[in-house]
T-cell receptor, first 111, second 113 residues
């Protein structure tokens, strides 16, 4: 299977600071990338997505950056809040609607 | 309310006893998928379906079966469960057109002894 990895398994940030979660992917043919948030005991929840023809996409307090040259994806969360504490997954869509997920980064927000 | 439902939420069973985990969505999505989540491995796709009677293998299909007789339902079948299928299972759905935002169910925690 394809490899989608995350640089750090855990990340701790102070409340109010910005968070950056990174992800590396290996299939240059992937055309769509997604970030999910998973809170304890729940299913993953869509945060933001980006297509391969874009470099950046912004949502409410979140920004996704895509660097196709180095096959790198990042999620930036502005003014991190305690409610942002969760595990974050990146995922890539390949041919035929197959999705490959990374192993996740656990974000802890320190009040 | 738009949602994906799974049943049961928790299941403990014994090796070899056939079981079915149901999944249903009320959003008229064409695409449905099953994943398993294991510590340190993230989510891995088991099977997916792009419409009624159209299913395909994901990354880890061995030991599983699926069917898609109706658009809203996508059951996961374990004909002869084994302990290595102990895991947390998620069903998801999304439309095929436009964004591929997947909606996930609440998960089914399966233990095979």
């Amino acid at each position: 299977g394809e490899s989608v990895g995350l640089h750090l398994p855990t990340l701790s940030v102070q409340e109010g600071d910005n968070s950056i979660i990174n992800c590396a992917y290996s299939n240059s043919a992937s055309d769509y990338f997604i970030w999910y948030k998973q809170e304890s005991g729940k299913g993953p929840q869509f945060i933001i997505d980006i297509r391969s023809n874009m470099d950046k996409r912004q949502g409410q307090r979140v920004t996704v950056l895509l660097n196709k040259t180095v096959k790198h994806l990042s999620l930036q969360i502005a003014a991190t809040q305690p409610g942002d504490s969760a595990v974050y997954f990146c995922a890539e869509k390949q041919h035929g609607n197959q999705f490959y997920f990374g192993t996740g980064t656990s974000l802890t927000v320190i009040p | 309310e738009a949602q994906v439902t799974q049943n049961p939420r928790y299941l403990i069973t014994v090796t070899g006893k056939k079981l079915t985990v149901t999944c249903s969505q009320n959003m008229n999505h064409e695409y449905m998928s099953w994943y398993r989540q294991d510590p340190g491995l993230g989510l891995r796709q088991i099977y997916y379906s792009m419409n009624v009677e159209v299913t395909d293998k994901g990354d880890v299909p061995e030991g599983y079966k699926v069917s898609r007789k109706e658009k809203r339902n996508f059951p996961l079948i374990l004909e002869s469960p084994s302990p290595n299928q102990t895991s947390l299972y998620f069903c998801a759905s999304n439309p095929l057109a436009g964004d591929y935002e997947q909606y996930f169910g609440p998960g089914t925690r399966l233990t095979v002894t």
